[in-house]
């Protein structure tokens, strides 16, 4: 059975569950732009959408927002049911230093500015990117959810989120996402999958390749299971997210076209019981 289905993202936005994530159109340490010829992007980003991706994931920091320009560049106006999902709550000021900045005001800039680099009126979902230890979760959440009732933001998403606080979040404001690290070899967040299950929110795990790790010496049943379908140990780590939960929308990210055919080639995969039972304790 295909595992390739549709999820719908706050219950209204329906994606098909494999999307395209924008941090490999930046440089190293999500610092400028990846390739000189900005078309180059452009092209990747078309591509992936006429391969029937209908999930674009970016974040203003991406560049920084150098992904969302693209973003707008390549696909606006956006086609009917793209659906563009972007964050904000981080400032980035060189390679891989980033401060957060949750104050309410931060936030409403940052949305702000979102929407004008992706020329659009509402972001349809918008995830803080982290929450701001220094303020309170009430007054981040507060601010976020102030956009959504003027119409700036269509959902709210959480990124790096722990059980506690998303049930607090939940209390707080509809979060219709969370996003955080999860991938076949690093399964920390399996907690925060269990309470999306349960609450049908949806849970876009980053770095589902494991950061490029994957797709090396990544374990004898990793590898044992992309040898029988014939499959990279890559396209396999994909093919196990789409199948360990529904609520999994894996966006993995790249630089090249036969990278990303090689990732959305994935959703065709049908693994087997015995496949995802040994996978279940990868080696």
């Known amino acids: 059975m295909d595992a390739e289905t549709v999820f719908p993202i706050g219950g209204s936005l329906p994606v098909r569950r494999l999307g395209f994530g924008t941090g490999g159109l930046v440089g190293p340490g999500y610092w400028g732009?990846?390739?000189?010829?900005?078309?180059?992007?452009?092209?990747?980003?078309?591509?992936?959408?006429?391969?029937?991706?209908?999930?674009?994931?970016?974040?203003?920091?991406?560049?920084?927002?150098?992904?969302?320009?693209?973003?707008?560049?390549?696909l606006h106006p956006y086609p009917e049911g793209?659906?563009?999902?972007?964050?904000?709550?981080?400032?980035?000021?060189?390679?891989?230093?980033?401060?957060?900045?949750?104050?309410?005001?931060?936030?409403?800039?940052?949305?702000?500015?979102?929407?004008?680099?992706?020329?659009?009126?509402?972001?349809?979902?918008?995830?803080?990117?982290?929450?701001?230890?220094e303020v309170p979760m009430a007054d981040q959440l507060g601010a976020l959810?102030?956009?959504?009732?003027?119409g700036k933001i269509r959902h709210i998403g959480l990124d790096s989120i722990g059980v506690t606080e998303l049930t607090q979040a939940q209390e707080i404001a509809p979060i219709a996402s969370v996003q955080n690290r999860y991938n076949v070899l690093d399964r920390a967040?399996?907690?925060?999958?269990?309470?999306?299950?349960?609450?049908?929110?949806?849970?876009?795990?980053?770095?589902?390749?494991?950061?490029?790790?994957?797709?090396?010496?990544?374990?004898?049943?990793?590898?044992?299971?992309?040898?029988?379908?014939?499959?990279t140990t890559g396209q396999i780590a994909l093919a196990w997210l789409l199948h360990r939960s529904p609520v999994l929308l894996p966006t993995p990210g790249t630089g090249t076209p036969a990278h990303l055919d090689e990732n959305l080639d994935a959703a065709d995969i049908a693994l087997t019981e015995e496949d995802m039972a040994q996978l279940a304790a990868p080696a």
């Open 189 to 231: 967040s399996e907690d925060v999958l269990e309470l999306c299950e349960k609450r049908g929110t949806a849970f876009l795990p980053w770095f589902p390749l494991g950061h490029g790790a994957l797709t090396g010496t990544a374990g004898e049943a990793l590898a044992a299971v992309a040898a029988r379908h014939r499959a």
């Open 82 to 133: 793209l659906v563009i999902a972007t964050k904000g709550g981080v400032v980035r000021t060189g390679p891989d230093v980033w401060h957060i900045a949750g104050r309410p005001e931060q936030l409403r800039a940052m949305c702000e500015a979102s929407l004008r680099r992706l020329r659009t009126d509402t972001l349809d979902l918008y995830q803080l990117h982290r929450l701001d230890p």
């Open 33 to 74: 732009p990846r390739h000189e010829d900005p078309q180059r992007a452009v092209a990747l980003l078309r591509r992936a959408v006429e391969r029937g991706v209908t999930l674009i994931d970016t974040a203003d920091n991406y560049g920084p927002d150098v992904a969302e320009e693209l973003v707008a560049r390549a």
């Open 145 to 150: 959810t102030e956009l959504q009732q003027a």
